[in-house]
């Protein structure tokens, strides 16, 4: 399946995203993979995991290594993935048939591949906003949240937190 990008998120990052998202909707390693297991692992290091296959004694020398602009994730930290993807061109192309859990396990919480690709995106969005969206305090003293509507009242001459 290829699906056309836009501008707002370069291939790489929304590929680096859906495997961090279908990394932790597989829940935990299974089988052997216990060996393999790093719970404490990031974003960052999922995806270093993916692009060294790093589930694997040999490595990038194992036969499906990653050429270009492509990441295949069999097992990431243990965990049952076989998410497969090709990007680049304005496209990402999503390798294989519709995902089922005996095989890839990030499939109870994402159904399809274009269920995790749009989470990969809004979650990109979200994070965007979140680093866009400055602090702002008002005459009054009030610290305004833009991005979340929310309003904290804070008395800053006392220094006390007046939430409510």
Aim: proline share 5%.
């Amino acid at each position: 399946m290829k699906i056309e990008i836009t501008d707002d998120f370069p291939a790489e990052e929304i590929v680096k995203e859906m495997f961090w998202l279908a990394w932790q909707a597989c829940g935990g390693p299974l089988g052997m993979g216990v060996l393999q297991n790093n719970p404490g692992a990031d974003r960052d290091a999922v995806w270093d995991n993916v692009q060294r296959r790093g589930d694997y004694p040999s490595g990038p020398k194992t036969l499906m290594t990653n050429f270009g602009d492509e990441a295949h994730g069999d097992y990431v930290f243990g965990r049952m993935m076989k998410l497969y993807v090709a990007y680049g061109g304005g496209q990402i192309d999503l390798r294989g048939g519709e995902p089922t859990i005996d095989y890839q396990a990030w499939c109870g919480k994402y159904p399809s591949y274009k269920a995790l690709f749009d989470a990969s995106v809004e979650s990109l969005k979200e994070k965007s906003m979140d680093e866009k969206c400055p602090i702002i305090i008002n005459e009054d003293g009030q610290i305004i949240d833009g991005h979340h509507g929310v309003q904290a009242l804070i008395n800053l001459s006392k220094g006390e937190n007046n939430e409510g």
